[in-house]
């Protein structure tokens, strides 16, 4: 554990700790700002550690309010949607209603409130006791809000008014209603009276008629008309005075300052409005707590041990990672990827599930480049310095950004720690090579030949070397060179013998005597297998046939043949007699040819109970006229036993482009 801190810290190799932490050991009154900003560097998402951070602030620039905001909000940034970030927002609220900008604590809330953390059930409270609490009303929330609510709530006013004077009036209506239906009945009832009683009926009649005309005649007094005609003229100016009113009121609310509360009802309800419209924000963040909580609980060791995790603490970062992802919020999906690598920095399936998230973003998000960058140089330089698969893919992604230097130095830093691992040896050679450095391929080339650590490993090298000396630098004399002079140091490489074939044919004209020797130096030889000496037989038998210059050259290779078929015969019979033995390291390395003894072995090449089958078809033929018959891929079927086809199969290596 102590390495890995000192590679997180970069402690000096003495691990002098007030070297680097004077503070700490006595030697400073007060903490250097250089410390903390290691710290927070190192461990963004510590909420400890960034409340000391700013109680120090605070104490430094005691009187410069925006600079203590400008950190609380950098702190907030950086960790504020870590679950248990609660007290970092506590404090935060708290330095701002110290200093009674109530304003600023209700725009806290507003983004507490739409983040799920551990203490959300006790934040929606709070926020009301300071709604409630304070005033005057225009100072809790912005201006545009407040007019908002303002104009909501008297309208609210004012149609609830009318739908009261409309029902009163409905009740009224239906009142006379009922009092017109009864006069109009009481009517019915004198009418039925008055029939009953006609002369009563037309005497009285008869004395109204009199009286009426007797009122006519007399003159008004003239007292009494001056008196009618002043209350008319009185009554005019007083419905004027009341429609000025009226305009009044109506205009009031444009010279209505912005601030302005009818009443304290009124203030109220706009306390109201503001409450409720932040528990529909509340309810949703609830929601989301509940869906989280599961994964929460589950994780038991939220910080760093070099004590391996349990599976089931394994399981339960993935599945959270992967519902987070699906969320679909980036913030909070890269906040959680930090909080897994604080407790899963050692495994790193976690730093690649992190990588390929953000390699999935960047082509239409190019900010991201810097964080994958970021990504890989943590993983590898500080907790996995010795895991070729992730130094592999960084020095591919450093050359994709075009940073080819940093890519080939990252390979150089891991063959000192990797050493003899031809995967990183390869990866060289072609980063050397797309960059267009052929002379530093050719150095790597030797020095990887001379020191390879056994025979297959020299005889791959040696075939990649010659390759790269025919396909990119067009020297083929060179290349046969290679091959030859390795071939000398080791003269049971049938892959290498098989490669200097192909090489020969390659020339523009074939020299039939140069092949010819090839493979009957490699026939000859002492300790040949039996399987070995037919694929070779057989490949000079098709060889004559294509390009021979003489009839007798192939029949003497076609007696050959079948003789060394008879003999091949003899030796498997044999061994089916005789009890099975454990293969040696030295059989099962010149088990090369394995894909050709096994058709042998199922009777493809029956030469001996058929020789007309090899004239009659190329259907077993090394067709020489064809250049893709001697292809690489073919041989490295054949020869994959001899472990060189399977280098590319390094655990965690699969795909780095």
Not at 37 to 53: C, F, N, Q, T
Not at 96 to 109: F, I, M, P, T
Not at 247 to 268: C, Q, R, Y
Not at 445 to 455: D, E, G, I, R, V
């Amino acid at each position: 554990m102590s390495n890995i801190i000192q590679r997180k810290f970069r402690f000096p190799p003495s691990g002098s700790l007030s070297a680097l932490f004077p503070c700490v050991c006595g030697h400073a009154t007060r903490p250097s700002p250089q410390v903390f900003e290691r710290g927070l560097r190192a461990i963004p998402l510590s909420v400890d550690l960034w409340i000391h951070y700013l109680g120090h602030v605070k104490t430094s620039n005691a009187d410069d309010e925006t600079a203590i905001r400008s950190q609380f909000e950098r702190a907030l940034a950086a960790c504020g949607l870590e679950f248990r970030s609660d007290k970092l927002w506590e404090a935060y609220i708290k330095w701002e209603n110290e200093g009674k900008r109530v304003d600023k604590v209700v725009a806290l809330y507003d983004r507490l409130l739409a983040t799920p953390t551990q203490g959300y059930a006790n934040h929606f409270d709070h926020f009301k006791e300071v709604v409630n609490n304070n005033g005057p009303v225009h100072t809790l929330v912005s201006k545009e809000e407040f007019l908002e609510l303002r104009a909501y709530v008297r309208e609210s006013a004012r149609k609830r008014k009318e739908d009261r004077e409309k029902k009163e009036k409905d009740r009224k209506d239906k009142h006379d209603d009922h009092k017109s239906s009864k006069s109009k009945s009481d009517k019915s009832a004198d009418k039925r009276d008055k029939s009953q009683e006609p002369q009563e009926a037309a005497k009285e009649s008869k004395e109204v008629k009199e009286l009426e005309v007797k009122i006519k005649e007399e003159p008004m007094d003239t007292d009494e008309v001056k008196a009618k005609e002043d209350e008319k003229e009185n009554a005019k100016p007083a419905e004027q005075d009341k429609a000025e009113e009226k305009m009044e009121v109506e205009a009031e609310p444009e010279k209505e300052a912005d601030d302005h509360v009818n009443s304290p009802e009124e203030a109220d309800s706009i306390k109201d409005k503001i409450i409720s419209r932040r528990k529909k924000v509340h309810k949703a963040t609830v929601a989301a707590v509940t869906a989280r909580w599961t994964y929460e609980e589950g994780i038991k060791r939220p910080y760093f041990h070099v004590k391996p995790l349990e599976r089931c603490q394994l399981k339960n970062w993935k599945e959270y990672l992967d519902f987070e992802i699906e969320q679909g919020d980036e913030k909070r999906v890269l906040v959680l990827f930090e909080r897994c690598l604080i407790a899963c920095a050692l495994y790193d399936d976690f730093w690649l599930k992190l990588i390929r998230y953000l390699d999935g973003r960047a082509e239409h998000q190019p900010e991201m480049v810097p964080r994958i960058r970021d990504g890989y140089e943590r993983a590898c330089t500080i907790h996995h310095p010795d895991k070729p698969s992730l130094h592999l893919m960084w020095s591919a992604f450093e050359e994709s950004q075009d940073n080819i230097p940093k890519a080939a130095e990252i390979l150089a830093n891991l063959e000192k720690v990797c050493p003899n691992l031809m995967q990183i040896a390869y990866r060289r050679i072609n980063l050397e090579r797309r960059r267009g450095d052929h002379d530093k391929c050719v150095q790597l080339y030797q020095t990887y030949l001379a020191q390879a650590k056994s025979k297959t490993i020299a005889g791959n090298i040696a075939i990649k070397y010659a390759r790269f000396l025919n396909k990119i630098k067009k020297d083929l004399d060179q290349a046969h060179t290679v091959l030859k002079t390795y071939l000398e140091k080791d003269p049971s490489n049938t892959r290498v013998a098989l490669q200097l074939i192909d090489l020969a044919l390659q020339r523009d004209s074939v020299d039939e005597k140069e092949i010819v020797e090839i493979m009957d130096t490699f026939m000859t030889r002492e300790g040949i297998e039996p399987d070995q000496k037919v694929l070779f037989a057989q490949r000079k038998v098709e060889f004559l046939e294509d390009f021979g210059s003489t009839a007798k050259g192939l029949q003497e290779a076609q007696k050959a043949l079948q003789a060394i078929m008879a003999k091949a015969n003899e030796v498997k019979k044999k061994r089916e007699q005789s009890p099975p033995k454990k293969a040696s390291k030295e059989s099962s390395s010149s088990a090369a040819a394995g894909a050709s003894a096994s058709s042998y072995a199922a009777g493809s090449y029956s030469y001996a109970a058929n020789p007309s089958s090899y004239y009659g078809t190329a259907a077993s033929g090394y067709q020489y006229g064809d250049s893709s018959s001697y292809g690489y891929s073919t041989w490295n079927q054949q020869y994959s036993q001899s472990g060189y086809g399977n280098y590319g199969q390094w655990s965690g290596y699969g795909s780095y482009y």
